[in-house]
C-alpha cells in the first residue's frame, strides 16, 4: 500500500473518552455473553480488545458500533449512546466488520463510488485506490478479488474521509506479512492524524506493535486492561542458561529458579520482577567461578505469556 500525503484532515470535535463504557451487560436468552464490564478509550489512542475464542469481544464491539443491543449498563461513544444515537455516530465512525456485505457484481471502483455516495464525509476514491494498493483493481469485479483484496478493499471504506473513531475487527485476517505491515501503517496515520481507533486482533505481535491501551477478555469478562508496559510489568520477566557439569550451588536471587538436568549441561532457568538485578548477579557469579554459559537467553513478560495465562485460567480479573 502506497503513503500519500493527502490525507483528508478535519478538527477532531468533542472531548472526553472516545468511548466510556460502564456495566455493560449482554444476554442472549439465558446465555450472558458480556457480563459487567467497564472499559476507557481516549481519544487518539489506539485500543486492542483482545479475547480468547467466544470472550464476547465482537459481542462488545456490536454494541459499541450499534448493532448490536445491551441488557445493562452505560455505553457512551464519542459523547453519544449508539442504541439511541446511531446515526449521529454513524457520521463520525468508520466501521470494518469481520465479514464484509460487498454486492460481488460490481467492481472496486464502483464500489468506491456507490460509498461516496453513502457517506457525508469527503474522500476520493483514487486515494484509497492508491493507498491500498487497488488501482491496478479498479475495474475488477469484488466478487473475484482474493480474501486479502476484500480486505484490503473493507479498510478503504472504513478509513474513509478519516473519520473520529476506526473500529476494526481483525483487520489484517487473511493478509500477507507485508500486507499486514502496510495495513499497521495505515492504522498509525490515522493515530498521527489525531482519530482514535479500536481494534480486536489475533495476532499479539500485533497488538503489542500498535496498542497503547490493551485489554483481555475471557468468558464475558475483562480481565486485564492498561497500557502495555503496565500489563507487562504484571507479570515476571525471565532469563536461562545451561551451565557445565551437573550440578550447580547458584546464587541468592529474588527471582525462582529451576534446574533441569540435559545432555547439554545443567540448564537453568529463572522467573524474577527484578531481571537486571538478578541477570547481574547470575552473571557475576558464573564470572567468578569461571563458568562459561551456553545458550543464554533473557526477556520480559510477553503480551503471548498473559495471553496464555488469561486463557487458562491463571490472569487476575480486574
Known amino acids: 500500500m502506497t503513503q500519500t500525503t493527502d490525507q483528508p484532515v478535519e478538527p477532531v470535535t468533542g472531548r472526553g473518552p472516545a468511548i466510556e463504557v460502564r456495566g455493560l451487560h449482554v444476554h442472549y436468552g439465558d446465555f450472558e455473553a458480556v457480563r459487567g464490564i467497564d472499559l476507557d478509550v481516549r481519544r487518539g489512542q489506539i485500543f486492542a480488545l483482545l479475547g480468547t475464542n467466544g470472550a464476547g469481544k465482537t459481542t462488545t464491539l456490536e454494541v459499541l458500533e450499534g448493532f448490536g443491543s445491551r441488557s445493562g449498563g452505560t455505553v457512551r461513544v464519542l459523547g453519544l449512546d449508539p442504541a439511541t444515537e446511531r446515526g449521529a455516530l454513524r457520521e463520525r465512525m468508520g466501521v470494518q466488520l469481520q465479514a464484509a456485505g460487498f454486492i460481488d457484481e460490481l467492481t472496486v471502483a464502483e464500489t468506491l463510488a456507490l460509498w461516496q455516495r453513502m457517506v457525508d464525509r469527503d474522500d476520493r476514491p483514487q486515494r484509497l485506490l492508491d493507498r491500498f494498493e487497488l488501482a491496478d483493481r479498479r475495474d475488477v469485479a469484488v466478487g473475484k478479488l482474493s480474501g486479502g483484496e476484500k480486505r484490503r478493499l473493507d479498510l478503504a471504506l472504513a478509513v474513509w474521509g478519516s473519520p473520529e473513531l476506526v473500529i476494526l475487527d481483525e483487520p489484517t485476517t487473511g493478509l500477507d506479512p ?3 505491515r502496510r495495513v499497521w501503517d495505515a492504522i498509525h496515520e490515522l493515530q498521527e492524524a489525531g482519530r482514535t481507533v479500536v481494534l480486536t486482533t489475533h495476532y499479539l505481535e500485533e497488538a503489542e506493535a500498535l496498542a497503547d491501551r490493551v485489554a483481555i477478555m475471557h468468558e464475558g469478562r475483562v480481565v486485564v486492561q492498561g497500557t502495555l508496559s503496565e500489563i507487562l510489568a504484571s507479570r515476571p520477566a525471565g532469563f536461562s542458561a545451561t551451565l557445565p557439569g551437573r550440578a550447580a550451588t547458584l546464587p541468592p536471587m529474588s527471582g525462582t529458579a529451576t534446574c533441569t538436568e540435559t545432555d547439554d549441561g545443567l ?16 552473571l557475576g557469579w558464573a564470572a567468578e567461578h569461571g563458568l562459561r554459559l551456553s545458550d543464554l537467553r533473557a526477556a520480559p513478560a510477553s503480551l503471548a505469556e498473559i495471553y496464555h495465562a ?9
Open 178 to 180: 507485508e500486507s499486514r
Open 267 to 282: 540448564r537453568v532457568r529463572v522467573r524474577t520482577v527484578e531481571l537486571q538485578r538478578d541477570l547481574t548477579e547470575f
Open 310 to 318: 488469561v486463557r487458562t485460567g491463571e490472569g487476575e480479573e480486574d
